[in-house]
């Protein structure tokens, strides 16, 4: 069985047209059928954090979602973050600012995450940032520049 | 991941009846569905999408108790200012379950439907055999790495532990499972393994959750969850226990007192010998450890999970000494 379903999504403030299988996460949607690549595959099971994106606002896993489930919302990836101009989003600048990766492979999802953690209000003391944050894992264990860099990015926002 | 055919249902009675056909599984947050699908545990044939469904995910809260619509969010439920206040267990469970992202996806009811993390369970290409994947094909985890699995609660068919904790509270508190019109006790919706462990959930096809209620009380109002696991945060329970307490107009007598444990039962554990043996008793450390030891009564370790049959009762033990303690 083989059937295919037509899905419009909205990405980044932009529509999309597309055929794909039923069984196809939001997460394969984005990398192989729209070629947006920013959202990461580590664990496709739920464990890393790598593949989050934000669905109405919310920080989700892409790759626990289906994509035609994601039909009717609106979607934002690392792509959507910055300025049309190019100017990054606070997050990336703590993020850059911080050293806050090595690889860079958790990266678009730590990014990803703290902007909703921030926006949740869960980034108020360093043990709230590391709690809130528990959901991406860095595989090499860039964790104390991570925490810096949504501590910065949380107290800029407040201020 | 198998292909599978996709409906949405735009009402509820359309997703009973699409979910009554042979094959069709309910998706609401997807967590536990589109995950087992990747492992091949589970195969649907048709995956019925009820995650845009309206009016199924409000929150209610008033002197009764609460009703909390199946399509809630664990996070909205764990971040509501009354069930924060009313059934602080409640919302401290929801808040030490998963990741913050697992959290805004997962919702109430699909929470109920969570299937075990048993790693045979979950690896059918290494391990063929397990009795609730495919009754009667024996048991991988009896006799293997049984760390994680089950203390109470097992039978000589299952030892899977239930991984949950949301439910851990809603039993100590007596909540009602809302299947539409039929309504049953949320321990009663939990089965045990016995010999039919592919049989979980008291719900047959075409019934659909749609609300969980928990009734008001003075030592829901009055709890607190504590969870013990390998690693601080985003991990399975070794052991966990939901409490709340109740005194006396003495401020130390026990009036009312509930306790469950998770992570160490096939099921969500109400721990009534605990209760029971402290009601009408003074909060006293010594007697509080004691009747804790009640907790594990009739326990079976299978080898590398002895160590839970020590640690509950230490569990239960603290969270009562600490909500009872905290005036
Ligand atoms: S790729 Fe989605 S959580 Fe790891
Ligand atoms: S920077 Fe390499 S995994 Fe996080």
Redesign the interface.
């Given at each position: 069985?083989?059937?295919r379903?037509s899905i419009h999504l909205t990405i980044n403030g932009h529509d999309h047209e597309l055929e794909v299988?039923?069984?196809v996460?939001l997460l394969d949607a984005l990398r192989d059928h729209l070629g947006l690549t920013g959202t990461k595959k580590g664990c496709?099971?739920?464990q890393c954090?790598a593949c989050?994106v934000h669905v109405d606002g919310?920080?989700?896993?892409a790759?626990?979602?289906?994509a035609?489930?994601a039909q009717?919302r609106s979607i934002t990836t690392i792509e959507g973050l910055a300025e049309q101009d190019g100017t990054l989003h606070a997050v990336q600048a703590a993020f850059l600012e911080q050293d806050a990766f090595q690889c860079g492979y958790c990266t678009p999802g730590q990014i990803m995450?703290a902007v909703?953690?921030i926006r949740?209000g869960?980034a108020g003391s360093d043990d709230e940032i590391?709690?809130?944050?528990?959901?991406?894992l860095c595989r090499c264990g860039a964790y104390p520049h991570i925490v810096a860099a949504v501590r910065q990015a949380a107290m800029e926002a407040a201020s | 991941?198998?292909?599978?055919?996709?409906l949405?249902a735009d009402t509820a009675d359309a997703a009973r009846q699409a979910g009554a056909l042979p094959g069709a599984m309910l998706?609401a947050g997807?967590?536990t569905l589109?995950?087992l699908?990747?492992?091949g545990v589970a195969e649907p044939e048709t995956?019925v999408?009820i995650?845009?469904l309206k009016g199924l995910d409000g929150i209610s809260v008033d002197g009764a108790g609460a009703t909390i619509g199946a399509l809630a969010?664990m996070?909205h439920v764990a971040d509501h200012a009354d069930i924060k206040s009313r059934f602080p267990a409640v919302s401290e469970a929801l808040w030490q379950a998963?990741?913050?992202?697992?959290r805004?996806?997962a919702t109430i009811g699909g929470n109920l439907m969570q299937r075990t993390r048993c790693p045979y369970f979950r690896d059918p290409a290494n391990f063929p055999a397990c009795n609730k994947r495919s009754p009667g094909s024996g048991c991988s985890a009896i006799g293997g790495v049984t760390r994680g699995h089950a203390v109470l609660g097992t039978s000589e068919a299952c030892i899977a532990t239930y991984p949950g904790d949301l439910t851990v509270a809603l039993v100590a508190f007596d909540a009602t499972v809302h299947l539409g019109e039929r309504q049953l006790a949320v321990d009663d919706f939990f089965l045990l393994p016995g010999a039919t462990p592919e049989r979980e959930h008291a719900i047959e096809p075409g019934e659909m959750i749609t609300a969980i209620s928990i009734p008001a009380s003075a030592a829901a109002r009055r709890s607190t969850y504590l969870k013990v696991r390998d690693r601080?945060?985003?991990e399975f329970a070794a052991a966990s226990a939901a409490v709340g307490i109740e005194f006396e107009a003495d401020g130390r007598t026990i009036r009312d007192l509930r306790v469950a444990l998770g992570g160490v039962a096939t099921k969500p554990w109400r721990a009534r010998a605990v209760e029971e043996a402290l009601k009408g008793k003074l909060l006293e450390p010594d007697a509080v450890r004691r009747a804790s030891l009640l907790a594990v009564e009739g326990a079976v370790d299978h080898g590398a999970n002895h160590y839970k049959i020590e640690l509950a009762p230490r569990v239960v033990a603290r969270a009562i000494l600490k909500i009872g303690e905290t005036a």
């Open positions: 069985m083989t059937s379903t299988e039923p069984r996460t496709d099971q739920g954090g989050t919310q920080r989700v896993l790759c626990l979602t289906l035609a489930q009717g995450s909703a953690c949740e869960h590391r709690e809130y944050m528990a959901g991406n | 991941m198998r292909d599978f055919s996709y949405r998706l997807g967590t589109i995950d699908a990747k492992c995956v999408d995650s845009h969010k996070s998963a990741s913050a992202q697992l805004n996806m601080q945060s985003y």
